[in-house]
């Protein structure tokens, strides 16, 4: 069966800590228990969520939906994005089966990826890294006004911007995130088609601003 990886990506650097963690936390989990009602997504989708403060690391390895279990996240340290763009670079390679001529393999997986600050470590490399893999749509979102768009401009054309890190903005996030899923999963699923763009996805929230 081919799947359909979903990274999620998320920065528990200090500045996360109070409000915006927890809302990410239950943002998770309601990304989880909405997919989980949905057939085409359960069929499909795969989940890993990667965390980056002062060094990255995988707390879910690529892990179907029926098996999910979110370990609890803390915020501290520092912003070590590229770290984070070069883990998800080594998982993409070691977790998603390539397509050879005798089978086919998964899609390209969908990459979620949230900061609210500006990266404190060598992003550059860790894009040069992110640059040289294949994925379908990769989405940044700034929450709040701290974190720096233009560098997220770099990593993909699509980036949006939360006004506020706070729960009710954050939560309708991962509503957005959860729907993204639902579609790309059914998109493959009837089609036969990789995820690619922006238009494929559903409209995002009136809390979700896309950065042109």
Do not use: H
């Amino acid at each position: 069966m081919r799947r359909l990886p979903v990274y999620l990506v998320l920065d528990t650097s200090g500045s996360m800590t109070g409000e915006p963690i927890e809302a990410v936390k239950n943002g998770v989990q309601v990304l989880i228990s909405t997919l989980r009602q949905d057939p085409y997504a359960l069929e499909t989708a795969y989940l890993s969520v990667i965390t980056f403060d002062s060094s990255a690391k995988q707390i879910v390895p690529l892990t179907e939906l029926s098996l999910f279990q979110m370990p609890d996240i803390q915020a501290s340290g520092t912003t070590s994005l590229g770290e984070a763009l070069t883990l998800l670079s080594n998982k993409i390679d070691s977790e998603v089966s390539r397509t050879t001529t005798e089978v086919k393999g998964d899609w390209k997986p969908l990459v979620f990826l949230m900061t609210d600050g500006s990266p404190t470590d060598n992003w550059q490399k860790g894009l040069t890294d992110f640059q040289k893999r294949k994925t379908g749509i990769v989405v940044a979102c700034a929450a709040g006004q701290g974190a720096d768009t233009t560098i997220l401009k770099q990593i993909t054309e699509i980036v949006v911007q939360l006004d506020t890190a706070d729960s009710a903005t954050i939560k309708a996030f991962f509503k957005w995130v959860s729907a993204s899923v639902s579609t790309g999963s059914q998109k493959v699923e009837a089609s036969g088609i990789d995820v690619g763009g922006l238009s494929e996805l559903p409209p995002p929230p009136p809390e979700v601003n896309i950065v042109v």
